[in-house]
């Protein structure tokens, strides 16, 4: 299984992006998919994940109402839409893969390798 991340880069603050991840090694339909992200020297963290049909959820606290997930079966690729972007969403994302629905970091299936997102103030 390989997770490729993309779209990661350097935003000002209420600014957009929007990361990919293309999976190949796996049905990519079999699989849940999730966006975790993380800071130097602080645990993964959950973001958003959405199952093989679409149904999605979010960690309300942190992004409520400015970041979408959304995949398409067809491309093998997840997406994380971020607006309104905030100085405390610099983080590396990371793309995961799952088949259990556990979100739990250590029930993850497999990882991509993560893309930097930068904002400033």
């Known amino acids: 299984v390989h997770l490729e991340e993309s779209g990661g880069g350097f935003v000002q603050s209420v600014g957009s992006l929007r990361l990919s991840c293309f999976a190949s090694?796996?049905?990519?339909?079999?699989?849940?998919m999730a966006w975790f992200r993380q800071v130097p020297g602080k645990e993964r963290k959950f973001v958003a994940a959405?199952?093989?049909?679409?149904?999605?959820?979010y960690d309300e606290a942190s992004v409520k109402g400015r970041f979408t997930i959304s995949r398409d079966n067809r491309k093998d690729t997840v997406y994380l839409q971020m607006n309104s972007l905030r100085s405390e969403d610099t983080a590396v994302y990371y793309c995961?893969?799952?088949?259990?629905?556990?979100?739990?970091?250590?029930?993850?299936?497999?990882w991509g390798r993560g893309t930097q997102v930068t904002v400033s103030s």
């Open positions: 959405i199952t093989w049909n679409g149904v999605t959820q």
């Open positions: 995961a893969a799952n088949t259990g629905g556990d979100w739990d970091t250590s029930n993850v299936d497999s």
């Open positions: 090694g796996l049905t990519f339909m079999s699989y849940d």
